[in-house]
Each structure stands twice: as C-alpha cells, then as structure tokens.
C-alpha cells in the first residue's frame, strides 16, 4: 500500500514549492496548537507569501469567526487576510443564507460558540441557544418548561465545549417534532489537537443528537465540497497548481482529494506514523507526508 512520498531533502521542499501556485492550510494541528504556533510554521508562509504563492486558511474549527481568526493571526504575528480565512462557521452560514436560503423571519437553534452566532449575524441570520447562559445551565432539562420556537427552521451543531442535555434536548425538540427543520454540522472531526493533548471534537458534541435522532446531519465542513464551494466562491485557483495541508486525513485529505489538489500530510497533529505504515494504515492516501509543516524552510537552503 502506498503511503505518500516522504518529503526529507531541500530539494524534495523546493520541487514542491515550485510545483503549487494556491497553498491551501488546515489550522489546527498543523499552524498552531490552541494559541502555541507551531515550529516554523510562520516561517514557512512568509517564504510562500515572498514566492508570491497565494495562501488559504481552511479550518473546521467552528468557535470563531472569520473576523477573529484574523485578529488571531494578528495577535500571533502571522500575516493572513481577512478574505483568506475559510472557518466552517462562516461556511455553515453562508450555506444556511445561499442555498438553502432559510427565509429572514426564520431562526436557527445553535450548539456552538460565539463563532458561528457572529457569522449568522453577518448573514441576517437570527439564531438562538449558543452562548445563552440560560441553555448553559447544568439543572435537569423539563419539556414543562419549554416552549417550541415556531420559527426554528434549522439546527446547526459545532463544537461547544458548554454541552449539556437542556442544549441536546432542545435541539431534539426542533428536529423530532419538525420534520422540515435543517439538521446541519459545522464538522464532525472526532477529536483536535489541542496544546498538551488531544480533546474530542465537534463530531462528539453532535454525536448525542445523531443518535438519538437516529439520523445523520449534512455537514458543512472538510472534507465535505460545500466547504470547498464557499472556498470557490470567492478565490479563483487551478485545483491542479494547488496543494492542501492538513493534520487529519478523514477530513483534510479527503477535502484535497475531493476538490482534485495535492495533499500534503504533516504529523504534528491527530495522524501519527502508525496511521499512515503498518498493517493498520490508512486507505486514505495522501500525495506527501513530511513531519512538520516548518520542514519546509529547508527549501531556503536549497534555493541558496
Ligand atoms: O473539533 C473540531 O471542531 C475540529 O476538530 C477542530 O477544530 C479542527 O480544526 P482544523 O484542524 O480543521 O483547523
Ligand atoms: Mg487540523
């Protein structure tokens, strides 16, 4: 089984750098964990930034919005544009506002943080739930006390690090007893490497309602093409110049290959070496794997 083209040399960093015009990056796990860059990993988009390559954020981290990512990267030093950031929350709502065009007096039931109730606001979407600190309470959730919104026309369910059952049983609420009501994720990444570990992801903060409705939600973020859609939207590239660089191969890679780019697989994130070699690998295959994306300040040397 093929297990991508181990990146090593200068030269292996240089011939790759040539080769793609449109560098597009997975953020946690392979940028930065929590607030911790990760080594080189700055260095490395400035070297692309002065190769005149252009760069695309691609997270299916949902807890900010595009907005604050920006201001993110500005806390940390990094250079990145505003129209660069891609976050599954502002594609979540651009979805909700353009396709299915979920009339204005409409609202959305949100499990999630303030991302993605900043991102519907931007769309005119109103929602409700989220940080409402009154769906944060830890008292046993009663149907006696509660009233369906008639206006929920959809649920959409990121990480919320802020679950509990009165969030999942409202949610319930809206799509059992609504059959019309939307039941969207901004991603269901099991887990996300966090700074000193691995926590688990949106996709556990979903799961509850996925099987208690006995039904899966449509699911904005990589590797799903909706994502990949928002990206084309708004950033003309040439899939076949393009190269993706992602930490998770169920959802990084899989987005490279479902929009026709290279992938590049670093191992500073969820994938370790024992998913991609031995006899329990991995079907998903991507293009190249090297460590760590700051390998790739050896293309300096090599272009010395
Ligand atoms: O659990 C999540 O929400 C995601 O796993 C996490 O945020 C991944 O973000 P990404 O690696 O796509 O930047
Ligand atoms: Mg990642």
Redesign the pocket.
Known sequence: MSKGIYLSSPEHYEILIEKYDTWMF?????LWHDDQLIEGAAEVLKILRTRNKAIVF??????KSRKTYKRKFDGLGVEAYLGEIFGSAYASAVYISSVIKLSKSKKVYVIGMIGIEEELAEEGISCIGGTDPADRTVEPFSLSNFTLDPEVGAVLC??DPFINYTKLSKAFQYLSRNPGCHFLA??T?S??PADGGVLP???AISAPLRFALDKDPLVI??PSITMLDCIKAKIDFDPKRSIMV???LN??ILFGQAGGLSTLLVLT?ITSEKDITGPNASSIVPDFVTQSLGDLRAAERSSR
């Open positions: 997975d953020c946690d796990g392979v691609v997270t299916n981290n949902a807890t990121g990480f901004t991603n990444d887990s996300f992801g949106a996709g973020g990589k992602g930490d998770r959802t990084d994130g």
